[in-house]
């Protein structure tokens, strides 16, 4: 009834209910500012700087249809450019690979989707052995013993395992309450890693790196005697790093040594618990969730045993009940919302088991053999996009090194401009590196996965090629 104004409702028993608007004023906002000791609503906001408040009306549209709503909405959507509608070479932590069909299949299952929290002490049991399942692959893949039920993202997981090898370490370490830290670690990660320790006074120190990206382990010997050493393999620059196995023998037994890994990369390259990783973490998306406008992700992390009662998040346990059966329950959950309260490990509250369960699907069906053929199929596209672009014109591969499915090209000219131009053409061009290193203006992170077809690649060489005749470089 447009244009009327009602006064009453009349409830389906014949209730009559005055509107909101015809109640008594109660004064709430007057009663409120009053037991705060304030005169108007006004002096409630007196602390946020003035040129940075909203003045005047929103700049909001009036009231639409459900019609009007959809319309905007589908033309909102429209202007998204889905990764997989055009070739890409963009990774820089998150990586396009296939998820069977069969994952989201599953994972929309009713048990799965609409338990919000799955993992309070009256879960059922079915949901306890999905995550226990989780918590095994994830053991078995990383080469540790004990793992946990996912945390909220790979900085995160990096971070809480800082912290963790604080605890476990800081009693008998000669540099207390100092964390070393790889200088290639991405500005967005490293924040998230400032932003844990700082509250807890732990200092972090940075490793440097040669010129071919691969570790100085001159400047890993002055971390020997600090809480923990956290580096990335491969490493943000796509480098598979032989030295790290020998990072362990430096640093020694009484500072954790923390590995960052991209879990497809394990399908192929050795586990690190297998070099004497004690805690693995480790960004999950490739495993079971696609990249969505950067989400949904899942945090791995993965220790040896005088880890376990120090760690983060949440385990699950396999038990016998009283009747002999197998049964399913969460153990050493010693955190702020059980028995720990202030004192608990970490103050995850929540966590992304919902897409931790899609990776433990998408691990399950591939199998060894299914993960090895899809790490191959990675590190084979890498492998030849460096083929093709090292004949490209004007485009030179950074580091002479093992790459598993990233790596650095240097171009002429700015990679920004480079970067605009490839996607007004068509391609998705990379990551501009200097987004990470502000340093670096000419260098773009090159990521191929299972995804990118050799017509990519050339594509991608050609445009490169028309690229650099513009800089008016000769071929």
């Known amino acids: 009834m447009s244009g009327t104004r009602m006064d009453f409702i009349i409830h389906p028993q014949g209730v009559v209910i005055p509107m909101v608007d015809q109640l008594p004023n ?8 009053k037991a705060m000791g304030l005169q108007n609503i006004d002096d409630l906001f007196a602390d946020i700087p003035d040129d940075v408040r909203f003045k005047g009306p929103l700049p909001l549209r009036p009231p639409q249809s459900e019609e009007e709503i959809l319309s905007d909405a589908r033309r909102l959507l429209g202007a998204n450019i889905a990764m997989g509608s055009r070739t890409s070479f963009l990774g820089a932590g998150l990586y396009r690979n296939y998820i069977p069909a069969s994952v989201f299949q599953l994972v929309t299952r009713g048990e799965f989707l609409t338990a919000y929290t799955p993992y309070q002490p009256e879960v059922s049991q079915g949901m306890l052995q999905a995550m226990w399942e989780f918590q095994s692959l994830i053991s078995e893949l990383v080469g540790l013993p004990i793992a946990n039920l996912s945390l909220y993202d790979g900085s995160t997981a990096a971070a809480e395992a800082l912290t963790c090898a604080v605890r476990v370490h800081n009693r008998k370490a000669t540099q207390p309450n100092t964390v070393f830290v790889s200088a290639l670690t991405p500005p967005d990660k490293m924040s998230v890693m400032e932003n844990y320790c700082q509250g807890a006074e732990i200092t972090i120190k940075t490793l440097e790196h040669n010129a071919d990206g691969t570790l100085n382990l001159d400047s890993l010997k002055e971390a020997a005697g600090s809480c923990g050493v956290y580096l990335e393999q491969p490493n943000p620059l796509g480098v598979l790093d032989e030295g790290l196995t020998m990072t362990k023998e430096i640093i020694g037994e009484h500072t954790a040594l923390i590995v960052g890994a991209q879990p497809v990369s394990l399908g192929m390259v050795e586990a690190p618990g297998h070099y004497g990783a004690d805690i693995v973490v480790g960004e999950g998306q490739p495993l079971g969730s696609p990249v969505t406008a950067g989400g949904p992700l899942y945090g791995i992390f993965a220790c040896s045993k005088p880890y376990l009662r120090l760690m983060p998040g949440r385990i699950v346990g396999r038990s016998i009940d009283v009747d002999g059966n197998e049964a399913y329950c969460l153990t050493l959950s010693t955190r702020e919302q059980h028995i720990r309260r202030h004192r608990a490990t970490s103050n ?110 050339e594509a991608l060489s050609a445009q490169l090629s028309m690229w650099t005749s513009h800089q008016g470089v000769s071929a």
């Open 26 to 33: 109660l004064g709430r906002e007057e009663e409120m500012l």
């Open 348 to 457: 995850i509250c929540t966590n992304e088991t919902l897409i931790a369960l899609m990776g433990a699907m998408h691990m399950a069906l591939l199998g060894p053999e299914g993960l090895h053929d899809l790490a191959y199929r990675n590190a084979a596209a890498c492998q030849k996009a460096k083929e093709i672009l090292v004949d490209t014109p004007g485009v030179r591969i950074v580091h002479n090194a093992s790459h598993f499915n990233e790596f650095a090209i240097e171009i002429e000219g700015s990679a920004e401009a480079c970067l605009a131009y490839l996607d007004g053409n068509g391609i998705i061009g990379g990551f501009d590196l200097g987004r990470w290193y502000p340093s670096i203006t000419n260098q773009i992170l090159i990521t191929t996965t299972d995804q990118t077809t050799e017509q990519d690649i």
